[in-house]
C-alpha cells in the first residue's frame, strides 16, 4: 500500500488484482454493457492511481475504492446522457408508466441480463439501492436527480425486473 | 382507516425498504394479513430483491485489463485525456496563475479614514518599492510574487513551444502582457502615494484578472 503511494506501479497492480473482481461487478451492472465496463474499470484504476496519495487508511482499500468506482461510472453515464441529449431529448425519468411492458424477455433470461434490459435511470438506481445498499438521498445527491425520482425509478425497476424474470 | 390495495401498491417499496413512518407500516401489514392479492405482490418484490441481492459481489472481467491500466499509468502525470503532451506543464501553470488569481481577489481591502492617506496628487518617492507600497497587504505582496512565477513560467512554456503555435501568437501574448504591465506599473505607484486606496486596490485586482484571462485564453487555444 505505501509502496503504491510511492508511486510503485507493480505494487499497485496488486491493488487491481484484489479489487478488480468488485469494481468489474459495480461498473458492469451500472453501465448495463461489458465493452463499456471494461472501460470503466481502466478509468476506475487510472483515477485511484491519481488519488491514491491522499488515502490515509482510515478505512479498508477496498472501502475507499469502491465509491471511487461508482463516480466514474456515474460521471461517465452523465456525460453520454449529455451527449444523447444534443441529438435527442431522453425520456428516462418519465413517470412510471403501468402499461409499459418490459423488454422482450427470452426463455431462461438470468439476472444480470434482465438488469441490463432496464432503462438507464431505473439501473441506476435498483443497482445503487437494492446491491449497493445506498440510501435514496444519497442516490439523488449522487444521480443529481430528486428523492422521489429516485424512488419512482426503483418502483419501477423492481417492477420491469419481476416481469422480465417471470417468463 | 383501511388503506386500499392501490394504496397499498404505492406503498409496497417503501414498506420492503422499512421507509414508512410506523403508523403506516402497520396499516400495509393489516392489509396485507387480509388481502390475498397485495400479500402476493409483495412477497412476488421481496423475491426479486432476495434474488439480486444473493448476486455475487465480485464479476470477472473477460479479459486481463492490467496491461492497458498499466501503459496509462506510466503516461507522464497519468493525465492523458487532458490533451497533447506537452501541455500538461501550461495547464499546471495556468492553474497555479488562476490560483493565485483566486486568491488576490479574496483578500479583503480594508478602507481606513480618507484623512490618514497622503493628500491627492503628491508626488510618489520614485524609489519606493513594491514591498513598502504593499507593506499593509502583505498577503497581496506575496500574491503577487507567486503571480510573477507563474506567469513567468507559462511564458517560457509557451515560448518553448513556439513552433506549434499559430505564427504572431507568442508575440501578441507578450505584447498583451507587457501593456497590462505597464498598466500594473501604474497602479503600484499610485497605491505608493496613496496605499490605503480601496479603488486602486481594487484595480490592480482588475488587471492582473485581465492577465490572467489573456494567458488563459491562449492556454486554452492551443490546446484545441
Known sequence: MRRAQEGDVSAFEQLYRDQKGRVFAVCYRLAGDPALAEELVQDVFVRAWQKIGSFRGESALSTWLHPLAINVALSERRARRRRLARVQPTDDLTPFDRGQSPRVPEAGVDLEKALAGLPDGARAVFVLHDMEGYKHEEIAEMTGVAVGTSKAQLHRARRLLREALQS | ?224
Not at chain 2, 405482490?41 to 470477472?60: F, M
Open chain 2, 1 to 224: 382507516m383501511k388503506l386500499q390495495c392501490g394504496e397499498v401498491r404505492d406503498r409496497l417499496d417503501d414498506y420492503l425498504d422499512g421507509e414508512l413512518p410506523e403508523a403506516q407500516f402497520q396499516e400495509v401489514e393489516l392489509h396485507l394479513a387480509e388481502c390475498a392479492a397485495c400479500a402476493a405482490e409483495e412477497r412476488s418484490l421481496r423475491a426479486v430483491i432476495a434474488r439480486y441481492a444473493a448476486l455475487p459481489r465480485e464479476k470477472e472481467p473477460p479479459r486481463d485489463l492490467w496491461p492497458e491500466i498499466a501503459t496509462r499509468l506510466e503516461a507522464p502525470g497519468a493525465l492523458q485525456r487532458v490533451g497533447p503532451r506537452w501541455l500538461l506543464p501550461l495547464a499546471a501553470a495556468a492553474a497555479v496563475v488562476l490560483a493565485v488569481g483566486a486568491l488576490v481577489f479574496s483578500r479583503p481591502v480594508t478602507t481606513p479614514v480618507a484623512a490618514t492617506s497622503p493628500r491627492p496628487g503628491a508626488a510618489p518617492a520614485a524609489a519606493v518599492p513594491v514591498s513598502a507600497e504593499l507593506a499593509g497587504s502583505p498577503g497581496l505582496l506575496a500574491a503577487e510574487e507567486t503571480y510573477a512565477q507563474a506567469t513567468a513560467e507559462l511564458l517560457a512554456a509557451l515560448e518553448a513551444r513556439r513552433a506549434t503555435l499559430p505564427p504572431g501568437t507568442l508575440e501578441r501574448v507578450q505584447a498583451n502582457v507587457e501593456s497590462i504591465d505597464r498598466a500594473l506599473g501604474e497602479i503600484r505607484s499610485a497605491l505608493a502615494a496613496d496605499p490605503t486606496s480601496a479603488e486602486l486596490a481594487q484595480m490592480l485586482r482588475d488587471t492582473h484578472q485581465r492577465k490572467i484571462e489573456a494567458l488563459s485564453r491562449v492556454v486554452r487555444l492551443s490546446s484545441l
